[in-house]
């Protein structure tokens, strides 16, 4: 009856149109009531314990990074350092656009500042080149979900705060399942495009690369220092996060140029509108994260599915299912927050690593962003690109399926995550 009032209460609230941070706030005010112990004091207290936690400082820092590095000519200039490498090949513009998307990812960790930042660019290339346009913002799409993937990640932040895991591990353990992903786009953007009469660009010179290389190498550098400190032990997430957005305001003021003084206040406006928007959301859900232990949630949970816990690969496929219908419904931090405290103590129960759940339940959330009805990614590539919604949704399909694959092969093959996780370790 719990679990019913939980998640009768949360859905409720949502379906009248509640914002999903008061949402949560309400479903844990029900429970309270519920429980018989509602008390004011336990929402206060648990929201400022959730905002109070050093971890999440990384959250703001690396949302302030992507929003320098694309104001600054950072992205432009890994666009730019992609097209000089594959832009030739028959369908380049498409690997162009996977290529810059890894790149990306390993400075913003933002899947719809990376999208934005591509689309505004490759889409009118791909228009006059003669793509497929829906297709092709589809491509676009579908490679931003990356950047939650391959680290630096917020969503990874977020999950290790609200699951106790380490935040490190889960960075490391991300990099080959990205790559798995960006990967499996470009294949499919191969198959698919044959049938297109496109035309190729020009194949650049090797002085021609050399210039726009050396143009890059200044934006080429900054997932090198992220990654590398990290890996090294020198920093930790939340000082990488720190150094990414310094390093970033210094290239974008003193070596490209492209970022002023003027604009500045603008950029740190908007990166705190974003962090504002995700630390409420995360102080609300540890209410709710409290109150679902309050009340014994996983245990009535655990009691429903407790025939696949020693089965631990078909149960990682029904709680796969599970979240992908949840992300077709929810954007990807709140999911984050009302699940992982519901599904965690399941996973530890059934003695899967908490870091290999970790990466597909981001994973599982990424494809939710290109999931119709809210599809947050969907929406930023059919606003920049000025293409109906629809006609997106259309196109994205067959990259979508690509993603589900991976996703899928790493549930029957755990070690595609783990082996390498160690050793990156």
């Known amino acids: 009856m719990t679990l019913f009032v939980f998640v ?147 969503a990874f932040i977020v999950f290790g705060v609200a699951a106790n895991v380490s935040i490190t591990q889960l960075f490391m353990a991300g990099i080959v399942p990205g790559l798995m992903m960006g990967f499996a786009l470009i294949a499919t953007w191969l198959i698919v495009v044959r049938k297109d009469k496109v035309e190729a660009l020009p194949r650049a010179s090797m002085k021609e690369r050399l210039h726009v290389t050396g143009r890059a190498l200044w934006a080429l550098g900054m997932p090198v220092i992220i990654l590398g400190g990290i890996k090294a032990g020198m920093v930790t997430p939340t000082e990488a996060a720190v150094i990414a957005a310094a390093y970033a305001l210094f290239v974008g003021l003193f070596i490209y140029r492209e970022l002023t003084w003027k604009e500045l206040p603008r950029v740190i406006l908007q990166a705190a509108k974003t962090t504002s928007v995700i630390m409420f959301l995360v102080c609300a859900a540890l209410v709710s994260a409290w109150l679902i232990t309050a009340a014994n949630i996983p245990g009535e ?72 009805p809210v599809g947050v990614v969907l929406n930023v590539v059919s606003g920049v690109g000025r293409i109906p919604l629809g006609k997106v949704t259309v196109g994205v399909w067959p990259f979508l399926a690509a993603q589900a694959i991976v996703l899928f092969l790493l549930v029957l093959f755990p070690d595609l995550v783990i082996v390498p996780a160690r050793w990156l370790h």
């Not at 104001?71 to 810059?100: K, N, Q």
């Not at 913003?108 to 346009?133: F, Q």
């Not at 530890?348 to 994973?363: E, N, R, S, T």
Request: aromatic fraction near 6%; hydrophobic fraction near 60%.
């Open 301 to 372: 949970i655990t009691g429903l599915i407790e025939p696949l816990i020693d089965r631990p690969i078909l149960l990682m496929f029904v709680i796969m299912i599970l979240v992908l219908i949840v992300g077709t419904a929810l954007d990807l931090t709140p999911t984050i927050l009302i699940l992982t405290p519901v599904l965690m103590p399941i996973i530890k129960q059934a003695g899967i690593d908490p870091v290999y759940f970790g990466v597909l339940f981001i994973m599982n959330n990424c494809i939710g962003l290109l999931t119709p």
């Open 8 to 154: 009768g209460s949360l859905l409720g609230a949502m379906a009248i149109g509640v914002p999903v941070a008061f949402s949560l706030m309400f479903c844990g005010v029900v429970l309270m009531w519920y429980m018989g112990m509602f008390n004011t004091q336990i929402i206060a207290q648990n929201m400022i314990a959730g905002a109070d936690t050093f971890t999440l400082l990384a959250i703001p820092f690396f949302i302030l990074a992507g929003e320098l590095m694309n104001a600054g000519g950072l992205s432009r200039r890994i666009i730019d350092f992609a097209i000089a490498c594959v832009g030739h090949i028959r369908g380049g513009l498409g690997i162009v656009a996977i290529v810059a998307a890894l790149i990306m990812a390993s400075i913003s960790g933002s899947a719809a500042a990376d999208t934005a930042a591509l689309a505004a660019i490759l889409i009118p290339m791909m228009a006059k080149a003669g793509y497929n346009v829906p297709r092709s913002a589809g491509l676009i799409a579908a490679g931003g979900i990356i950047a939650p993937v391959i680290p630096p990640s917020m």
